[in-house]
């Protein structure tokens, strides 16, 4: 699976912006889609994640604020940001699970990361 994240830029405090993620490959067996972001001098943390049957989980400090989103065929994941604040400053990683334990294999993909800075 590759995956090809765009959209970051620089926002004022209160805006939007929208990420997206293209995917590309054994896309079939995606079995969840995910944003993660890493801040300067922080580990990296979970945002957002959609699984393939469209449930979706959020880290507190962004429910209500950032919605997460995928193509019915997983050929894409979105990443609404609305009421950005200054602490969501980070650089954003899209990141794709093929979760196939049955058979004894768990795979991660991850696609290069896309800054988004958020000014005061």
């Known amino acids: 699976v590759q995956l090809q994240a765009s959209g970051g830029g620089l926002v004022q405090a209160g805006g939007s912006l929208s990420l997206s993620c293209a995917t590309s490959?054994?896309?079939?067996?995606?079995?969840?889609l995910a944003w993660y972001r890493q801040a300067p001098g922080k580990q990296r943390e979970l945002v957002a994640y959609?699984?393939?049957?469209?449930?979706?989980n959020y880290t507190d400090s962004v429910k209500g604020r950032f919605t997460i989103s995928k193509d019915d065929d997983k050929t894409a994941v979105y990443l609404q940001m609305n009421s950005l604040k200054p602490e969501d400053t980070a650089v954003y990683y899209c990141?794709?699970?093929?979760?196939?334990?049955?058979?004894?294999?768990?795979?991660?993909?991850w696609g290069q990361g896309t800054l988004v800075t958020v000014s005061s």
């Open positions: 959609i699984t393939s049957g469209g449930t979706t």
């Open positions: 490959g054994s896309i079939f067996s995606i079995s969840a």
């Open positions: 990141n794709a699970e093929r979760d196939l334990r049955p058979y004894g294999k768990y795979y991660v993909y």
